[in-house]
């Protein structure tokens, strides 16, 4: 765009949109070539993603990363910059053309790790990378279309259009006192179709705030919407909704809690409902398109910003294995927030157990 704002540094090349808050880096060759011999080597742990781990590719990081890239991360991890998103390109990926079907393990159908590596790496240095047992036994999700999901609003799913949301709202108010929801999210390529992919859609939920009428805005915070478990947590059908906010904390800087997608969030009043539609048009308004492509990592702040995809047709081979592999790693801001829930490996916790018990 005309008045997009460019950068140079040594070991990347920064651009930054005004309008929508979108922030991109990118590496240069002999920086994604020096991160591949450091991290096609590394091992992961593919059922703990353990503190060790973790803490191994923070030292690595620190020893091959610009220093510009490393600026920019402490920024963002402490809040002094606060992107809409931020895209980095020209990252080190694995050569894969398909994958893993529905029976295959992920690990197998690539030569290396380096993928993994790169994805938990630049979550490691954005905050402290973890999973929710639900969505699976490793630190690093696959979201891998299948048959049988396609119709499931879900990462793994297809056919419909997962809407405007943030991930795991209901987690920022299902315990009171404390926000179990990501402060981030990261989402990478392993595998895309070579035309028409689909786009992953991203808005600042604040900038779009600040676009509404004082009425709608003042509505949004002021009444509560219903929000429901997300589709992959729910162990108990029968479960309640919870009230939460859409828009809370001080004016400018709010946290936006929302998840237009499906049954995921109802309104109470025909007021509300107007001031929600007025707010996902503001967001369709700002939206940034990116196509997660191997080698280009996308990390969306969760507190602010919202993000979805649109619908699309998978292609699948004769083996069963789908022509798009995504990976996705949760930061938090500190893990023990998550000490007293149940832990089937270290930085794996499910909330979805303590939940239940508390019935």
Not at 69 to 84: C, N
Request: charged share 25%; glycine share 6%; hydrophobic share 40%.
């Amino acid at each position: 765009m005309a008045n997009e704002i460019f950068s140079v540094y040594e070991g990347l090349t920064l651009s930054e949109d005004p309008r929508t808050g979108a922030l991109t880096a990118t590496l240069k060759s002999s920086v994604r070539e020096h991160l591949r011999s450091q991290f096609a080597s590394m091992r992961v742990d593919e059922f703990s993603g353990n503190h060790e781990y973790v803490r191994t590719l923070r030292q690595v990081a620190h020893s091959v990363l610009p220093a510009s890239m490393l600026k920019v991360l402490d920024e963002i991890r402490t809040g002094v910059r606060k992107p809409t998103c931020l895209v980095i390109d020209n990252l080190p990926s694995d050569d894969v053309v398909a994958a893993p079907g529905a029976d295959e393990v992920p690990a197998a159908m690539k030569p290396t790790t380096v993928n993994e590596n790169t994805i938990t790496v630049v979550g490691a240095l954005l905050g402290e990378p973890y999973s929710i047992a639900e969505e699976g036994s490793d630190l690093v999700n696959n979201l891998i279309p299948s048959l049988e999901d396609r119709l499931k609003l879900t990462g793994n799913g297809s056919k419909r259009a997962l809407t405007w949301h943030i991930e795991n709202g209901r987690h920022r108010v299902m315990f009171g006192d404390r926000d179990l929801s990501p402060s981030g999210v990261l989402l990478s390529g392993v595998v895309a179709p070579k035309m028409n992919g689909p786009k992953t859609l991203v808005a600042n939920g604040r900038l779009a705030a600040a676009r509404l009428t004082d009425h709608h805005y003042r509505t949004l915070r002021d009444v509560p919407v219903d929000l429901a478990v997300p589709v992959r947590h729910r162990g108990d059908a029968s479960k309640q909704a919870l009230k939460a906010h859409v828009l809370s904390g001080p004016e400018g800087l709010e946290t936006v809690t929302a998840a237009f997608y499906g049954t995921m969030m109802s309104a109470s009043t025909a007021e509300l409902a107007e001031a929600l539609e007025a707010f996902r048009v503001e967001l369709d308004k700002l939206k940034i398109e990116i196509e997660v492509t191997p080698g280009r990592l996308v990390y969306v702040p969760n507190t602010y910003s919202l993000h979805a995809r649109g619908a699309f047709e998978p292609k699948f081979d004769q083996n069963g294995r789908a022509n798009r592999w995504l990976q996705r790693v949760f930061t938090t801001t500190r893990l023990d927030m998550f000490e007293a829930f149940y832990s089937p490996a270290e930085r794996i916790y499910s909330v979805l157990q303590d939940e239940n018990e508390g019935d």
